[in-house]
Nanobody, 125 residues
Framework: QVQLVESGGGSVQAGGPLTLSCAAS????????VGWFRHTPGKDREGVAQ????????DYADSVSGRFTISKNNANNTVYLQMNSLKPEDTAIYYC??????????????????WGRGTQVTVSS
């Protein structure tokens, strides 16, 4: 069965960097669309970034474009989210997700079948 485990969350000052990791078992990043989402209580899950399974093309939410970078290492089956210039509004629980199909045109939760448990990111001002 597919399992995804996020790590790397924590507290950081505004403007600082943080990198999240998503270690996967039971699937290959090279055979899946993989995305990052975030959730704040009282709000819907927001698609942050996704990376295509074959082309390696990347999509980003407008709110993080230019600051966040999604990447993958097929050798260790890990997907990363490098976050720079963090803002307090980036505070959320961050989830990685995967799907064996094509990446959706928009980074939407319904487009992903498997989910990790999440890791907390807190950005202070």
């Amino acid at each position: 069965q597919v399992q995804l485990v996020e790590s790397g969350g924590g507290s950081v000052q505004a403007g600082g960097p943080l990198t999240l990791s998503c270690a996967a078992s039971g699937y290959r990043a090279s055979s899946n669309c993989v995305g990052w989402f975030r959730h704040t209580p009282g709000k819907d899950r927001e698609g942050v970034a996704q990376i295509y399974r074959v082309s390696g093309n990347r999509d980003y939410a407008d709110s993080v474009s230019g600051r966040f970078t999604i990447s993958k290492n097929n050798a260790n089956n890990t997907v990363y989210l490098q976050m720079n210039s963090l803002k307090p509004e980036d505070t959320a629980i961050y989830y990685c997700a995967a799907d064996p199909g094509l990446c959706p045109r928009r980074i939407l939760p319904d487009g992903f079948r498997y989910w990790g448990r999440g890791t907390q990111v807190t950005v202070s001002s």
